[in-house]
Nanobody, 124 residues
Framework: QVQLVESGGGLVQTGGSLRLSCAAS????????MGWFRQALGKEREFVAA????????YYADSVKGRFTISRENAKNTVYLQMNRLEPEDTAVYYC?????????????????WGQGTQVTVSS
């Protein structure tokens, strides 16, 4: 079992930046692929970004490619999501997730553990 706690959400204007953090505890952090997902009001939860166990490989949804960067600091059991050039369409609850498998998944069904989410609101 791993526990995940997100932080860093908030209200920002269009074009602004935020950095989300997700602190993990409970198991060896490097045993998990880490991902970020988001869910806007009335919509399905969707993939945003993922990073391999060692941090070498990253994957992004097309909608955030070039604007968002996922990274991890294994010594601190933390994964980050740097979000730049934010748009109103990025408004959602952002969730951190952990996957025990080796392969990096982009589906929410690939992930075993979830945080409680942090709200990101981008005003126009």
């Amino acid at each position: 079992q791993v526990q995940l706690v997100e932080s860093g959400g908030g209200l920002v204007q269009t074009g602004g930046s935020l950095r989300l953090s997700c602190a993990a505890s409970g198991r060896t952090f490097t045993n998990y692929v880490m991902g970020w997902f988001r869910q806007a009001l009335g919509k399905e939860r969707e993939f945003v970004a993922a990073i391999s166990r060692g941090g070498t490989n990253t994957y992004y949804a097309d909608s955030v490619k070039g604007r968002f960067t996922i990274s991890r600091e294994n010594a601190k059991n933390t994964v980050y999501l740097q979000m730049n050039r934010l748009e109103p369409e990025d408004t959602a609850v952002y969730y951190c997730a952990a996957d025990r498998s080796v392969r990096v998944g982009v589906s929410r069904h690939d992930y075993d553990y979830w945080g409680q989410g942090t709200q990101v609101t981008v005003s126009s």
